[in-house]
C-alpha cells in the first residue's frame, strides 16, 4: 500500500489544497470570510436574522465544497444550473445534482418565494388599508426607485433582464426579488438577495435621514383621525377581488398575487383557521430554510466576486432611498390635498418591507410629537407596498421574461 | 426592439411606462375597493336603521364579592400598594408562611414626630 501516495493523493484533494490550486480558489476563501461577516451580521447585529442566517450558511457551505475542477462531491453545483439555461432539464440536474442543487430547484421554480407570500398573506391585515384605500397610493409612488434603478443599471451596462431584477431590490421585498431575479437573471441571485436582505434590515437607518431632510416639522407633527373599523366582510372579500383583479390585469403576477391573496383568505375567512396557522409559521419557517440556504449556495466565489457585484449594492442603496423619497412625495401630495390631514411621514411606509418601514413612520413620528402614533395608518401603505412590488414585477416579467 | 442590449432611450421608456403601468393598476384596484368599502357602509348604515340600538340600561349594582381565598380588603393608610406588597411579602417570609394563610387588615405608614 502506497501510504505517501495515498496521504499526497488526500492532501491534494482537501479543501485546504484547492484553495490555491483550482483555478480562482482563492474566491472561496474570500466567500467564506463574507459569510462569517454575513452570520456576525445575522446573529450579533440581528440584520434579518432568520434570513441572513440562513444565506450565510449556504454560502459558507457551497464555498466549502465546490472548487471549480473539483466539483463531484460539491453541495451545489453552478455548472448545472448554467447547463440549465440551455437545456431546461431537471433530468440533468436530478441525476448530478448535491444537496443544495435539490434545495435550489425549489427557487428555481418559483416555489419557494410563492410560498414565502403564502405566509406573508396569513399574517398581513389588510384592514389599515382598506379602511383608507387611498393609502395603496403611497404604496405605488413608493415603487419608483424600482424604475430608477432599472435605468441606473442599463446607463451601467447591464442587460435589460439583469437591469429588471437589480431595480426590483427597490420593491424592498426579498421574495419578490428572488422571484424575478430567478426568472430574469439567474447569475446575479447571490448579490441581489443579500443587498435586498441587508437593506430591508437597514430600513431603520436609510429612512429617518430622507425623511427628515424631505418633510418639514409642521408636517412630521400631524395628528391623523382614527381610521374606520372595517367589517370581517370587508375583510373576506377583499382577497379576492385583488386576486381577481390584479391577476386579470397583469398574469405574470399570478404566483405572487395568488399565494398573498390565498393567505390572507386563509387568515380572514374564519374557517381555516389551521391552515392560516400552518401557513403562518410552520410551512413559512420550513420554506425560509430551504429559501435562504440555497439562495446562499448561489454565492460561489466566481460568481459573486465580480465588479457587477459592487454595482448591484450601489444600485440596490439607490433603489431604497428613492423609493422612499417617492412614497414620501406621494405622502406629501397627500398632506398638500387633504389640506393638511395625513401625515406624509406615513408615505415612506410604501416600501414594502413589511412591518419594518411602518414602525419607521411610528418611530420618527413620535420623535416629534410624543403623543402621535401613525402605525397603524402606516400600515396601509405598507401593505400596499407589496401588492405594488408585486405589479412591478409582473412588468418586469411580462416585458422581458417573453 | 432589443430587449437585452436595450439602449438609453428604450431603458427609459420602459421605466416611465412601468411606473404607469404599477399607478395605473394601483388606481384602478383602489376604485375597486373604495366601491367594495361604499357598499359595506352603506349596508351598514342600512341595517343599523332596520335595527336600532335600544335606549342603554342602567347596569344593576352588584355589590362584588371577594375573590375566593382571599381574606378581605386590605386598608391601606398613606401607604403605596407597591409598598405595601412588599411588606406583605416581607412579613410572610419571616413567619415562613404562604401569603395566602395571612390576613392583612390594614398598613399604616408611623409617621416620626
Known sequence: MDILGTLQKLATESGFAAFFLTAGGWKNLVMIIISFVLLYLGIAKKFEPLLLCGIAFG?????????????????????????????????????????????????????????????VGAMTDFGP???????????AAAQLGVFVAFFGAILLGFTGPQAASIGIIGGADGPTAIFLTTKLAPELLGPIAIAAYSYMALIPLIQPPIMKLMTTEKMRVVKMEQSRPVSKTEKILFPIIVATFVILLLPATAPLIGCLMLGNLFRECGVTDRLSDTAQNALMNIVTIFLATSVGATMTGDNFIQPQTLYIILL???????????GLV???IMYRTSGGKINPLIGSAGVSAVPMAARVSQDVGRRYNKSN???MHAMGPNVAGVIGSAIAAGFLL???GG | MDLINLTIGS??????????????????LMLVVMLLCRIMIAKAKKE????????????LRVIPAPAPGTAGDLKLYDTDPRDAAMIMAIVADTLGKPLNELRFISIKEVKDE
Request: proline share 6%.
Open chain 1, 330 to 332: 406621494g405622502g406629501i
Open chain 2, 11 to 28: 431603458g427609459a421608456g420602459i421605466a416611465v411606462l412601468g411606473y404607469c403601468v404599477v399607478f395605473l393598476g394601483i388606481v384602478m
Open chain 1, 316 to 326: 440596490g442603496l439607490v433603489a431604497f432611498g428613492i423609493s422612499t423619497a417617492g
Open chain 1, 59 to 119: 454560502c459558507l457551505l457551497s464555498n466549502l465544497s465546490y472548487f471549480i475542477g473539483m466539483g463531484e462531491n460539491a453541495l451545489y453545483h453552478p455548472e448545472l444550473w448554467q447547463q440549465f439555461l440551455v437545456d431546461h432539464s431537471y433530468g440533468n440536474v436530478m441525476r448530478h445534482a448535491g444537496l443544495l442543487d435539490f434545495f435550489y430547484i425549489g427557487v428555481k421554480a418559483g416555489i419557494y418565494p410563492s410560498l414565502i407570500f403564502l405566509g
Open chain 1, 129 to 139: 388599508l382598506l379602511s383608507n384605500p387611498k393609502s395603496l397610493l403611497l404604496g
Open chain 1, 398 to 400: 411580462s416585458v422581458f
Open chain 2, 48 to 59: 343599523a336603521a332596520a335595527n336600532p340600538v335600544p335606549d342603554p340600561v342602567e347596569p
Open chain 1, 373 to 375: 402614533f401613525l402605525l
